[in-house]
């Protein structure tokens, strides 16, 4: 897990909070992260997304967030719906094939979910990589149409060298390519909290590596 200080912000105040289990039907606004407060012109959601390449902590993240009370219904995550598009392919008698052949219909599946989690102003938290800023923008002008906020979490710029040690460690069916793992950790160097602020996200939360 990334290692975040206790500088005051939601995102490290829901890393301290107690597990609660999420009890709700409906999608709840993301307060696990940024505390809602009433009042006029205040939205009641927010869009959070996080940003950096596999193996650098986003999946690990999204879990501390769900076990400190996020509403499962307002996570998307590209790799989940892929694993669920391979899974219903197997199912019915078609071959296997590698995470990234499913990652059409996934981004078409998050992308009309997006829509409509914004639509009903609860917000949502975004569990992909990120890197490239039509991707970022995206999320950005959705939550801009629908009145609510966005927030990116800038996951650690490791070292090759860490992030290829961690890929190795995961399930043969979970690993990333070293070259693919090299641009993707290329792309998070090139990135800052500065810019994704230019983007348009309100706030850039940073948080800072484990060991």
Do not use: I, W
Request: net charge positive; with cysteine.
């Amino acid at each position: 897990m990334l290692a975040v200080p206790r500088c005051g912000c939601a995102v490290c105040d829901a890393r301290a909070a107690a597990p609660v289990r999420a009890t709700v039907e409906a999608p709840r606004p993301l307060v696990v992260l940024r505390p809602v407060v009433a009042g006029p012109g205040v939205a009641p959601g927010v869009v959070v997304v996080l940003v950096g390449p596999p193996a650098a902590g986003k999946t690990t993240l999204r879990r501390e967030l769900l076990a400190a009370g996020l509403d499962p219904a307002a996570v998307l995550s590209l790799d989940d719906l892929r694993r669920r598009f391979r899974a219903a392919a197997v199912a019915t008698g078609l071959p296997a094939r590698e995470a990234q052949a499913y990652s059409l219909p996934a981004v078409r599946r998050a992308a009309r979910r997006g829509d409509a989690l914004a639509a009903f102003g609860t917000g949502y938290l975004a569990d992909a990589t990120h890197l490239r800023r039509a991707e970022r923008r995206e999320h950005v002008g959705r939550a801009a149409d629908a009145g609510l906020a966005a927030e990116a979490v800038l996951l650690p710029d490791l070292p090759l060298a860490e992030l290829l040690r961690r890929n190795a460690s995961r399930p043969d069916d979970e690993r990333v390519p070293e070259d693919v793992l090299a641009r993707f950790a290329h792309r998070r160097s090139l990135l800052d909290p500065d810019l994704l602020r230019e983007e348009g996200f309100a706030v850039v939360h940073a948080p800072a590596a484990s060991g």
